[in-house]
Nanobody, 116 residues
Framework: QVQLVESGGGLVQPGGSLRLSCVAS????????MKWYRQAPGEERELVAT????????NYADSVKGRFTISRDNAKNTVYLQMNSLKPDDTAVYYC?????????WGQGTQVTVSS
């Protein structure tokens, strides 16, 4: 079955960095676009970054452009989100996501807290 397992979250001071990982299984990872979303308390889930399956093209929400970088390692079935210059507004649970056979799948999420 399809599984997505995120890790790498934690507590970081403003201006700090974190790298999130999402290990995928149960499908052909290299054939799927992968996405990172986040959801802050009381807010809607927000698309943060996308990386395509074919050329690894990337797209970002305006709020994270220039600070976050999404990447993938198809040999390890893993997608990453490098987050630099973190701000308190980046505090949220971060989820990876993909679609397999027309159905969306989510990991359990990893908490990122940016606070001094």
């Amino acid at each position: 079955q399809v599984q997505l397992v995120e890790s790498g979250g934690g507590l970081v001071q403003p201006g700090g960095s974190l790298r999130l990982s999402c290990v995928a299984s149960g499908f052909t990872f290299s054939s799927k676009d992968m996405k990172w979303y986040r959801q802050a308390p009381g807010e809607e889930r927000e698309l943060v970054a996308t990386i395509t399956r074919t050329y690894g093209s990337t797209n970002y929400a305006d709020s994270v452009k220039g600070r976050f970088t999404i990447s993938r390692d198809n040999a390890k079935n893993t997608v990453y989100l490098q987050m630099n210059s973190l701000k308190p507004d980046d505090t949220a649970v971060y989820y990876c996501n993909t679609f397999v056979y027309g159905r969306g799948y989510w990991g359990q999420g990893t908490q990122v807290t940016v606070s001094s």
